[in-house]
């Protein structure tokens, strides 16, 4: 169950636009609660609910530098819930390609 | 925003075991409501809920047939949202090389 609990966390953490767009900004540097809040129209407790959704899935670090909390990129690698979808994807496509052979012959 | 909502819906989706386990069945061939909810220890009821998730996200498609509802894998490739995390995964692999990179010089 830990297995799927990661990959729960992982897959809704980036089931909303906001979240995926502060792993955007994040990924071309670390922000403040304060920083992430303007670009994206929130209030600072918006941001602290998204970045502890992103947090929890280990998507986003949090640190208290002085007086303010700095976000950067979390340790996860998101690697397990690529490799779920990926392999979800092949066998996806595999069974469109029988579909589509069928199909070929069916009408030969 | 409709680009937002197709990632928002494909990866809500996913956040939940039970519903990749569907996916993971329906990958092996279509299967009835009731087919699908013994094996999850679903009701009825249950299984339509998550299947409803699955299809408003185009990972699944249903059809009545005769009197049962039959699933089966829906038109949605998830290339989109794989698109996305790769993209993200890029970036996070190549700030995390810098960041070695940095290390190894700095204990030279």
Redo the contacts between chains.
């Keep these: 169950?830990h297995y799927?609990s990661t990959?729960?966390?992982t897959?809704?953490a980036?089931?909303?636009?906001t979240r995926?767009g502060i792993?955007?900004r994040l990924?071309g540097g670390p922000a403040t609660v304060g920083q992430l809040a303007e670009p994206f129209g929130l209030t600072l407790n918006g941001v602290k609910k998204h970045v502890g959704v992103l947090e929890r899935a280990d998507l986003v670090a949090t640190e208290k530098v002085g007086r303010v909390r700095e976000c950067r990129?979390g340790p996860a690698?998101?690697?397990e819930?690529?490799a779920?979808?990926?392999s979800?994807?092949r066998?996806?496509?595999s069974?469109l390609d029988r579909f589509e052979r069928y199909v070929e012959r069916s009408s030969d």
């Design positions: 169950m799927h990959l729960d966390r897959f809704f980036l089931s909303d636009p995926r792993l955007e990924a990129l690698s998101m690697a819930a690529t779920w979808m990926e979800h994807r066998v996806w496509e069974r």
